[in-house]
């Protein structure tokens, strides 16, 4: 993934407007070499990123309503103003509006009408409290669950499902269980003992018990749940995987069978839960962190009833809170975004409702949104460009010096079997199962999520739908998919001034060139190596090929290891090295598709930079930002992204072509000695 801007936004909850706040009726033009956003006060040769963004630094303070600020997340709020215009011209009740129109211009009146979204209170919550409430034993709770999962799918209450390709047949689907069940944004909070974290599970006890408190309990009974709370999912997150170990293919695959599973947790009725979720888990299933299901076992035997109808209510509510009225709305907030990440303000209530409409329309909006904005011609030139780079990675697969032929053949049989999608989706998803009402917010979130995992459990057994997209069009953001061996570029991340169609070649290959280059590099980092062309966990390699991998990308995540996030905390290179070994193979192969653009013109200055300088101020200025102390606190833990500087400094300090380009003396910061520079690709 080239950014974790969406990732992040889902979290946030926000309640007040600023006078700035407008719908856009067209989306504003930033050039993709903003000689602004530079200054040239600072050296290149010792901090590029400062040259290329300090400008926009300075210029572009954290508003009060974001974690953090960026070129990618301002993007995204322009993306979402356009969107606003959009849904606003939706929601009007007119006799010609397109069954599309009707569908997300409901959802969004009924989203926006905070009045009757407060009068409601908790009322929308009441069934499914009751339901656990009137729980009678543990052998109930798989049917509970199912209905809870079901229709409130996000909430991944006391573990996840869902379903997935095989990954070793990856022309099938499966259903999968996966770890889940935490509060916390991960299960290091839970296991830490710094004060930090130890800080943090105050203030998480505290936050429970609030929430505790709005939903009618006494202080002390609130309390006392609180700490149950922080016993049982202490426990699952003792039982689950870092996230360095989840990024090991194997460790997160366990073909089962539903039998066989039964055998391993007895407390648990599988074949009651995949059957009121509606999941077929016939003829395998993947287990996909059997220590973790152990432990929920042994938690299921040893808690009373009482307390496990506790653990229940507090993920019913934690899921649930951004959809209540404002007490909850409020509580919420501060917590996750004021205290995790150092939000002064919630974000007004159009963001959100955009947010919610993405995730729940996003192709009924994507169809409305790549009408106006995408037209064929920008598909065509990044459509080119990505074959550039796919053939730039041929050359460079043929060049390299450190792999044998048979490993080669591999790999660029893998490489020629790997597809790109670009803009949207071919074939766009059918909403019409999915009732949406214009007075009925609470019900559409819930029809929108049970109509989510039906899509989802209907896979199951079918074959793979190849033309499937991850992400909406309206996301700025990108991604490879292992299982598919497919690089995806969302019509958002392909505007100004990320691909700029009026621009000179140069900062638009050091930028877009770039985010191509990254994601098609993660189906040859360290993790996406391991699978083959057709998306099956395979190891094509030779032992010795291998063994040069691993201490090529060792180079990396010893050269990221010493960046400094903030405080005294390091970069966890562990958990990076696969966007880091994405940034680093994804520029060079833009500038070899670049060269190769090019190499028939006469290229001149621009604004005062040469055409290869113009490339690395392109490219780093795709990742200008600003960020609060908490946020980078949080993203240490979370987050496989390096901190922007490092993903600047850190890929060009590898690249001779850069210090060529800027002329950089030996010495200076960013310049390695030849036999330090980390290069795989
Ligand atoms: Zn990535």
């Known amino acids: 993934m080239r950014s974790s801007v969406s990732a992040f936004v889902a979290v946030f909850t926000c309640l007040t407007a600023s006078a700035a706040d407008r719908p856009f009726a067209e989306l504003p033009y930033t050039p993709s070499l903003d000689v602004q956003a530079m200054d040239r006060s600072v050296d290149p040769c010792d901090d590029l990123y ?78 499914a409290l009751q339901q656990i409430e009137s729980l009678r034993n543990v052998n109930e709770l798989p049917k509970l669950l199912g209905q809870l999962h079901a229709s409130m799918f996000t909430s991944g ?39 930090r974290s130890k800080e943090t599970r105050t203030r998480y006890e505290q936050h429970v018990t609030k929430m505790f408190e709005l939903a009618g309990d006494t202080s002390s009974i609130a309390a006392g749940r609180a700490k149950t709370v922080l016993r049982i999912e202490t426990a699952l997150a003792k039982a689950s995987l870092t996230r360095v170990e989840q990024r090991d293919p194997y460790k997160i ?32 299933l993947n287990n996909a962190e059997p220590k973790f299901l152990a432990e929920m076992n042994r938690v299921l035997g040893a808690e009373s009833l009482a307390d496990l109808k506790t653990y229940l209510r507090w993920g019913v509510l934690d899921a649930q809170a951004p959809y209540l009225s404002k007490p909850f709305v409020d509580q919420n907030f501060a917590f996750y975004s004021a205290y995790m990440r150092g939000v002064p303000e919630q974000r007004p209530r159009w963001k959100k409702c955009v947010a919610w409409i993405d995730r729940d329309l996003g192709e009924a909006l994507g169809k409305e949104f790549v009408e106006k904005t995408f037209p064929p011609s920008v598909k065509e030139k990044t459509l080119a460009m990505t074959r550039q780079i ?24 893998k490489l020629q079997k790997m597809r790109n999608k670009i803009g949207y989706p071919d074939q766009w998803r059918d909403y019409a199962a999915l009732r949406i009402e214009p007075k009925d917010f609470y019900g559409n979130v819930l029809r929108s999520m049970d109509f989510e995992i039906k899509r989802q459990a209907a896979k199951v057994g079918q074959p793979v739908d190849r033309n499937e997209w991850g992400m909406t069009p309206v996301t700025v953001n990108a991604y490879y998919d292992a299982a598919k061996n497919d690089i995806n570029f969302p019509a958002a991340v392909l505007m100004p001034p990320l691909f700029d169609p009026k621009s000179d070649d ?59 996030v903030i405080d005294d905390i390091k970069i966890n290179s562990e958990l990076s090295s696969g966007e880091d070994i994405a940034d680093l193979g994804g520029l060079i192969l833009a500038w070899i598709a670049w060269q190769e653009q090019t190499k028939n013109q006469r290229l001149r200055p621009l604004d005062g930079l040469t055409p290869a300088q113009r490339f690395f101020v392109g490219f780093a200025q795709w990742d200008c930002a600003n960020e609060r102390p908490e946020d980078l606190r949080l993203s240490a833990i979370v987050n496989p992204h390096s901190p922007p500087k490092y993903r600047i400094n850190g890929v060009v300090v590898n690249m001779p072509e850069f210090a060529q380009a800027f002329e950089c003396k030996a010495g200076k910061k960013l310049v390695k000695k030849p036999e330090e520079v980390c290069r795989i690709w």
């Open 253 to 284: 695959y366990h073909r089962t069978t539903l039998a066989q599973l039964q055998k391993e947790t007895p407390e648990f009725d599988w074949n009651t839960y995949f059957t009121t979720v509606g999941f077929n888990p016939q003829p395998w």
């Open 50 to 127: 400062t040259f290329a963004c300090g400008g926009w630094q300075k210029r572009n303070p954290i508003p009060a309503d974001q974690s953090s600020w960026s070129v990618y997340r301002k993007l995204n709020t322009e993306m979402q103003q356009y969107v606003w215009g959009i849904l606003e011209e939706a929601a009007k009740p007119a006799a010609n509006r397109s069954a599309t129109r009707q569908r997300i211009g409901d959802y969004f009146a009924a989203c926006m009408d905070e009045k009757a979204i407060d009068a409601r209170g908790l009322a929308p919550l009441q069934p």
């Open 390 to 413: 796919q053939d730039a990675m041929k050359v460079r697969i043929e060049q390299l010096d450190w792999m044998s032929p048979d490993t080669k053949r591999q790999a660029l049989a």
């Open 157 to 195: 209450l006391l573990f996840n499902s869902g379903s997935q390709q095989d990954a070793e047949d990856a022309s099938k689907m499966i259903s999968g269980v996966y770890a889940g069940g935490l509060g916390l944004p991960d299960r290091d909070y839970y296991v830490k003992d710094d004060d």
């Open 506 to 564: 140069a900062p638009n290959y050091g930028n877009t060139g770039g985010t191509i280059g990254h994601e098609l590099t993660h189906g040859f980092d360290d993790e996406g190596r391991q699978y083959d062309g057709d998306g099956n966990l395979n190891d094509w390699w030779q032992k010795k090929d291998a063994d040069e991998f691993e201490r090529r990308a060792q180079c990396v995540r010893n050269q990221y290891a010493q960046y400094t």
